[in-house]
């Protein structure tokens, strides 16, 4: 018996089974691709798209050749899903559940995504959120014993998925955009070395021209942390007089 054709038969099997695989988890999130595809133009799919989308995705998830991608756009749906369930604190933590599961699945394999880090802590706000409508309007959890300590270890994860998004050093700049926002919303809660790397993003938002600055407004209307964009721009007179134009043009438009 050749051993050596034996091998190469196995192997060769092993791979068209793959591809197989890989190939029926592309087919069954075909569904999936309209209402991805609109969110990320940010358009605001039909709730009946959603679920039908994040079933189709779910399904691709379970083959064996499903790729991080399927798994990383399950979790935009599901969280997409949770958003919009805000008066339904409760059925809104189910889905930021699902969510996450699907996004930490889809980092495993492949971490290097910055995307995938910033949709953990983008996941952390809209659980705070849930939690707190459920306070004000006097939802009882299913199990309140040990909220206080969930909630810590949902903001601990956030920080470390914060960390990660900063590390990866993607700067596309929806991604800089966002770091630089959760950073600013967590100021007192950031280690040295990440506040430096927040205060970087405040120039390589400039680096982007009027829609760098025109975001460097708007965070700067939002956050209570303005002062750090003050700062950065202070060492650089011509950014600053652009800033300052831009912001005199937001202010005074309304």
């Known amino acids: ?52 989308g994040a079933a189709a995705l779910a399904r691709s998830a379970q083959w064996p050749g499903a790729s991080a991608r399927v798994r990383g756009d399950l979790a935009l749906l599901q969280l997409e899903r ?33 995307s995938g880090w910033a949709r953990l802590v983008y996941a952390q706000d809209l659980r705070a959120k849930a939690v707190a409508a459920q306070a004000l309007w006097a939802v009882a959890p299913a199990d309140s014993q040990g909220a206080p300590d969930d909630a810590r270890a949902a903001q601990a994860e956030g920080l470390r998925a914060l960390e990660m998004a900063f590390l990866t050093r993607d700067l596309s700049f929806s991604l800089v955009r966002f770091r630089l926002d959760a950073a600013l919303a967590r100021w007192e809660d950031l280690r040295p070395w990440l506040r430096n790397a927040a205060r970087a993003e405040v120039l390589e938002l400039t680096r982007y021209g009027a829609r760098g600055m025109d975001a460097l407004v708007e965070l700067y209307l939002g956050s209570p942390q303005h002062w750090v964009i003050d700062e950065e721009l202070a060492a650089d007179s011509a950014q600053r007089a652009y800033f300052e134009k831009r912001l005199a043009r937001r202010t005074h438009s309304g």
């Open 1 to 52: 018996m050749n051993w050596r054709a034996v091998f190469g038969l196995v192997i060769g099997l092993a791979l068209a089974a793959g591809g197989i695989a890989r190939g029926l988890a592309a087919w069954a999130a075909r569904p999936a691709h309209p209402v991805v595809y609109a969110l990320g133009r940010g358009a605001e799919p039909d709730p009946a798209l959603l679920v039908t």
């Open 82 to 114: 949770a958003r919009r369930a805000y008066a339904e604190p409760g059925v809104s933590l189910r889905l930021i559940e699902a969510g996450v599961a699907a996004q930490r699945a889809a980092l495993g394999g492949a971490p290097a995504r910055g």
